[in-house]
C-alpha cells in the first residue's frame, strides 16, 4: 500500500531534505513503543510542506528528529547531502510560543543567535526583523507584557533572524484564538514569499495545511507512517471557497477517515 | 474608584498597627497583673532602647554583626552558587555529591559551634564559618533545582542557536534559573541572620548576639535582652525586604508570581 505514496518532491526543484527509513520507538515501562514506522520524505528547496496528523502519531517526534534533536532508533535524514547529526543555526525550531525567553526583551530575544555578528549589523537585523513581524514599539518590552499572537510572531523573528535556511514550526499557532490564528498564517505565508525559506510545518488541523502548504504529508495514526501525499495545487492567495480548495480539503477528510458530519 | 482605593490604602496600614498596639496591651497588663520584678514593660524597654541608641557599643554591634553576615554569605553565594550550577549542569556529579550534602544539611549550624572554635578558636573567623555553614547548603539546593527546573525547550532553543557548552550555561541556564536562585539566596540571607545572632551568643564578645547575652549574664538587664531582641528583628525584616526588591528587576520578575 506504501508503494503508491509519492514521497519525490516536485522534480523541477532541487532536493534540500531526504529523510530515509526514519523509524523511532520509545521505551515505556521496559518495553519498546514504536512511534515512527518507516517514514520516507523527501522536501523540495523553498517548499512550504504540512506534516498533518492525529494527535500522538507521532509528528513532534518526526520533527525533532529532522531537528537533529533526537536520534531515530534507525534511518537518517540527510540535508543538502549531509546527514543530520544535531541541531544546526542554519535551521531554525519554533515551538508554541514558549521558546522565548522570559528573561530577554524582544529585542534580546531576536538579537539572541546573532552573537557572532558585529554590534551595527546585529542591531541592523533586529530593528528589521521587529518592523517584519509587526512589532515596532516593542522592542524594551518583556515577553511578559506581549500577547499570545505576539510572542509567537516574536520567536518567529528570532528564528528569522540568524537568516536560517530551513525553519520547523510544530503546531505554531495552536495557542492561538481562531482570529489571531488566521491572521497568522497570512503573516506566515507572506513571510516565506519574502524570504523563500523551506518550510515544515506541524499540525493537526486540516484547513491549516490546505491553506499554507504546497504538499501536505498526511500521517497515520501510531506508529506513525505517512500515508500519503496531497499536492495543493491552488495558487497563493487561496481563495479557501473555491471548489479546488474544498476538493482537496474532502480528500484529506477522506484520507484520515473523517465523516463531514458531527 | 478613587475613594475606594484610598479607603484600601489606608487600611493596609491601620490594621497591622492596631494588632501591634492590642499586643503591645496585653504585654504591658501582663506585667502590671503578674506584678513581675524580673520582665519588662514595653515602656522599660522602650527606656532601654533609647538608653541603647545613645551608646556606641550598639552600633559596634550593629556593624559587627551586618560584616560577619556579609562575609559569611558573601562566600557562600560566591561558593555555592558555580557549584550549585555545576551540579545541577551534571546531574552524574551530583549523584555522587547529593547523599553526603543531604546528611550534612540537616545539621543545624549551631551543633558546629564547637567545631568552628576548635577551627577558628574564639573570634570572627568562627562565626563567620557557622554563617557560611548555614547560607551555603539552601543556595547549592536552589542552584541544582534551579537548573534542573529550566524547560528543556529552552535548552533546545540555546542549542538550535549554535551556543556552546559554556555559552548555554551562561545565557540560557543561569537566566532561566536565576528566579529560584534569587529565592534560594533570600532564603540563606535570612538563616545567615538567625545563626549570626546564636554564633555571637558562644562564639565571640560583640555583636548583637552577645549583646543580647551579656545583657543577661552582666546583672540581668532584661530591657535590654528585649530591647536587643526588637532591634535584631528590625534589621532582619530590612534584610528581607531589601533583598525582595531584586524580585523586581524586570528580568527576573517573570519568575516570580505577582509577575505580570
Ligand atoms: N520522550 C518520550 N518518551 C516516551 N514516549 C514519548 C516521548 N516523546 C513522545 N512519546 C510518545 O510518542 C508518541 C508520539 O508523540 P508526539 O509528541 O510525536 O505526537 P504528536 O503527533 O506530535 O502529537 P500532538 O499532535 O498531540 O502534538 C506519543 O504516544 C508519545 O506518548
Ligand atoms: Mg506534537
Known amino acids: 500500500m506504501e508503494s503508491t505514496v509519492a514521497i519525490t518532491a516536485t522534480p523541477t526543484v532541487e532536493t534540500k531534505l531526504r529523510a530515509e527509513h526514519i523509524s523511532m520507538s520509545f521505551t515505556r515501562d521496559g518495553e519498546s513503543m514504536p512511534v515512527l514506522e518507516d517514514i520516507n520524505l523527501e522536501v523540495g528547496n523553498g517548499e512550504f510542506l504540512c506534516l498533518l496528523g492525529p494527535s500522538g502519531c507521532g509528528k513532534s517526534t518526526l520533527l525533532s528528529i529532522i531537528a537533529g534533536f533526537l536520534s531515530p532508533t534507525s534511518g537518517e535524514v540527510k540535508i543538502d547531502g549531509e546527514i543530520v547529526r544535531g541541531p544546526d543555526p542554519r535551521r531554525i525550531f519554533v515551538f508554541q510560543e514558549r521558546g522565548v525567553f522570559p528573561w530577554l526583551t524582544v529585542e534580546g530575544n531576536i538579537g539572541f543567535g546573532l ?120 495558487p497563493h492567495p487561496r481563495d479557501i471557497n473555491s471548489a479546488r480548495y474544498l476538493e482537496l480539503r474532502t480528500g484529506i477528510f477522506n484520507q484520515i477517515g473523517l465523516a463531514h458530519h458531527l | 474608584m478613587t475613594t475606594l482605593a484610598e479607603s484600601r490604602n489606608w487600611e493596609k496600614f491601620f490594621w497591622p498597627i492596631a494588632v501591634a498596639a492590642v499586643l503591645l496591651v496585653l504585654w504591658h497588663y501582663s506585667v502590671v497583673w503578674t506584678a513581675t520584678k524580673i520582665f519588662p514593660s514595653p515602656l522599660d524597654v522602650e527606656r532601654g532602647l533609647i538608653g541603647l541608641f545613645h551608646k556606641n557599643v550598639l552600633w559596634n554591634d550593629i556593624a559587627d554583626s551586618l560584616r560577619r553576615v556579609a562575609l559569611g554569605f558573601g562566600a557562600a553565594a560566591i561558593l555555592g552558587i558555580p557549584i550549585g550550577l555545576v551540579l545541577g549542569w551534571y546531574p552524574a556529579i551530583d549523584q555522587v555529591v547529593n547523599p553526603t550534602m543531604q546528611l550534612l ?156
Not at chain 1, 518583556?142 to 510572531?153: A, D, I, N, T, V
Not at chain 1, 484564538?177 to 498564517?185: A, G, K, Q, V, Y
Open chain 2, 105 to 260: 544539611r540537616p545539621i543545624s549550624p549551631i551543633a558546629w559551634i564547637p567545631v568552628a572554635i576548635i577551627f577558628f578558636g574564639v573570634g570572627d573567623k568562627a562565626a563567620v564559618f557557622l554563617i557560611f555553614l548555614a547560607a551555603f547548603f539552601p543556595i547549592v539546593v536552589a542552584c541544582v533545582d534551579g537548573v534542573s527546573n529550566v524547560p528543556s525547550v529552552f535548552r533546545r532553543a540555546g542549542r538550535n542557536f549554535g551556543l556552546t557548552a559554556a555559552q548555554l550555561l551562561a545565557r540560557v541556564v543561569f537566566p532561566a534559573a536565576l528566579p529560584q536562585i534569587i529565592i534560594g539566596l533570600r532564603i540563606a540571607l535570612g538563616i545567615s541572620w538567625l545563626v549570626v545572632v546564636a554564633a555571637e551568643m558562644i562564639a565571640v564578645d560583640s555583636g548583637l548576639g552577645y549583646l543580647v547575652i551579656d545583657s543577661r549574664n552582666s546583672g540581668k538587664h532584661y530591657d535590654l535582652v528585649v530591647a536587643a531582641m526588637l532591634i535584631i528583628g528590625v534589621i532582619g525584616l530590612l534584610l528581607d525586604s531589601g533583598f525582595r526588591r531584586l524580585e523586581k528587576i524586570k528580568s527576573v520578575r517573570w519568575g516570580f508570581r505577582d509577575a505580570s
Open chain 1, 115 to 234: 552573537f557572532k555578528l558585529t554590534r551595527a549589523e546585529r542591531d541592523r537585523r533586529i530593528a528589521h526583523y521587529i518592523k517584519m513581524v509587526g512589532l515596532e514599539g516593542f522592542g524594551k518590552s518583556y515577553p511578559s507584557e506581549l500577547s499570545g499572537g505576539m510572542k509567537q510572531r516574536l520567536e518567529v523573528a528570532r528564528a528569522l533572524a540568524v537568516n536560517p535556511d530551513m525553519l520547523f514550526l510544530d503546531e505554531p499557532f495552536g495557542a492561538l484564538d481562531s482570529i489571531t490564528r488566521l491572521i497568522m498564517r497570512g503573516e506566515l505565508l507572506r513571510i516565506w514569499e519574502a524570504e523563500r525559506k523551506t518550510i515544515i510545518f506541524v499540525t493537526h488541523d486540516i484547513d491549516e495545511a490546505v491553506q499554507l502548504a504546497d504538499r501536505v504529508a498526511v500521517m497515520s495514526a501510531r506508529p506513525g507512517r505517512i500515508q500519503e501525499i496531497v499536492n495543493i495545487d491552488i
